[in-house]
């Protein structure tokens, strides 16, 4: 059974980076046919998409975000990373790690997941 668990800093300060990293146990990310998303909440607002990397390495991200956003992967430890430079305000949300079986924006599709990690931006 998949297990996903977000870590990092709960608190970011403004034009500061976004680090974050999702712990996978009972699957292999680097084998698996797979993919692992990044995605998050923000108050009030439903779940967004931010980006994946496939199980091969290959990422996609959201538009809005691509210039921002980068997602890395450890495959000997079987984590996955997100970074978000030059965040603000409207970046604080709750960040969820998911792992699904298709490459995909839709954030329902995404059937094991994380339980959130609140990040708020912050000075």
């Known amino acids: 059974q998949v297990q996903l668990q977000e870590s990092g800093p709960g608190l970011v300060k403004p034009s500061q980076t976004l680090s974050l990293t999702c712990t996978v146990s009972?699957?292999?990310?680097?084998?698996?046919?797979?993919?692992w998303a990044w995605i998050r909440q923000p108050p009030g607002k439903a779940r967004e998409w931010i980006g994946h990397?496939?199980?091969?390495?290959?990422?996609n991200y959201r538009p809005s975000l691509r210039s921002r956003a980068s997602i890395s992967r450890d495959t000997t430890k079987n984590q996955f990373s997100l970074q978000l430079n030059s965040v603000t305000p409207e970046d604080t949300a709750v960040y969820f790690c998911?792992?699904?079986?298709?490459?995909?924006?839709?954030?329902?599709?995404?059937?094991?997941w994380g339980q959130g990690i609140q990040v708020t931006v912050s000075s």
């Open positions: 998911a792992r699904g079986d298709y490459g995909t924006s839709d954030a329902h599709l995404y059937t094991d």
């Open positions: 009972g699957g292999s990310i680097a084998i698996n046919p797979f993919y």
């Open positions: 990397i496939g199980y091969a390495g290959n990422t």
